[in-house]
């Protein structure tokens, strides 16, 4: 089955800095890599997602970036500001046989002021 | 305020009992999925129910069961519990069976003693 690396597992940024966090998946068919937000003690919220017919994705200050090559995808987070403050989820799945998200284990992002 | 609704929100019981945890989707919203999170393991993928059928099976143990009636709610059925099935278990739902946005309702946290 798929298995998702994610690093850092913590991340401690100055307000304003940029933030990068990156995914590594094992299985090369998969070709949808969505990206949550995890506020402490709330609910997972999708942020961005990116497929895997194209290479970026930019939604403001949040960005991904997809190398099918080497399997791997990233995060990007500029200007970071206090609200960013969460935990972040990547995941992995592949279509057909259903929606079998295999999320990594979470960066713990805290923007200092 | 994703839609999804779980019940209940906490839940106190011993080892060897049995518990059931619902989730009701978002209107329109055919899939449902079932997360597990601990603080060690991330968010775990049990199972995913498609319109009444199951659709794609994680890790999920077999005192563990789910299932998805007519009206599109759901439960989590488990049993025999164990110390180590204390976790937060959130139920997800999303329109089509295949890869997309889920909407994470607020978890249901089960602490076994």
């Known amino acids: 089955g798929e298995n998702v690396e994610q690093h850092p597992s913590t991340l401690s940024v100055q307000e304003g800095d940029s933030a990068v966090i990156k995914c590594t998946y094992s299985?090369?068919?998969?070709?949808?890599f969505p990206w949550y937000k995890q506020e402490l003690g709330k609910r997972p919220q999708l942020i961005i997602d990116?497929?895997?017919?194209?290479g970026e994705k930019k939604d403001q200050r949040i960005a991904v970036t997809l190398n099918k090559t080497a399997k791997h995808f990233s995060l990007h987070i500029t200007e970071t500001q206090p609200e960013d403050s969460a935990v972040y989820f990547c995941?992995?799945?592949?279509?057909?046989?259903?929606?079998?998200?295999?999320f990594g284990t979470g960066t713990q992002l805290k923007v200092e002021l | 305020d994703s839609g999804v609704t779980q019940t209940p929100k906490h839940l106190i019981t011993a080892t060897g009992q049995r518990v059931t945890l619902r989730c009701s989707p978002r209107?329109?919203?055919?899939?449902v999925y079932w997360y597990q999170q601990s603080l060690d393991q991330g968010l775990q993928f049990l199972i995913q129910?498609?319109?009444?059928?199951?659709?794609a099976k994680g890790n999920i143990l077999e005192r563990f069961s789910a299932q998805q009636f007519p009206d599109l709610h759901s439960e989590l059925n488990l049993s025999s519990l164990e110390l180590g099935d204390s976790a937060l278990y959130f139920c997800?739902?999303?329109?089509?069976?295949?890869?997309?946005?889920?909407?994470f309702g607020e978890g249901s946290r089960l602490t076994v003693l």
């Open positions: 209107s329109g919203d055919l899939s």
């Open positions: 990116i497929r895997s017919n194209v």
């Open positions: 995941a992995a799945t592949l279509t057909g046989g259903g929606n079998k998200l295999t």
């Open positions: 997800a739902s999303s329109v089509t069976s295949g890869p997309g946005e889920l909407f």
């Open positions: 129910y498609y319109n009444g059928e199951e659709r």
């Open positions: 299985d090369s068919a998969s070709n949808y």
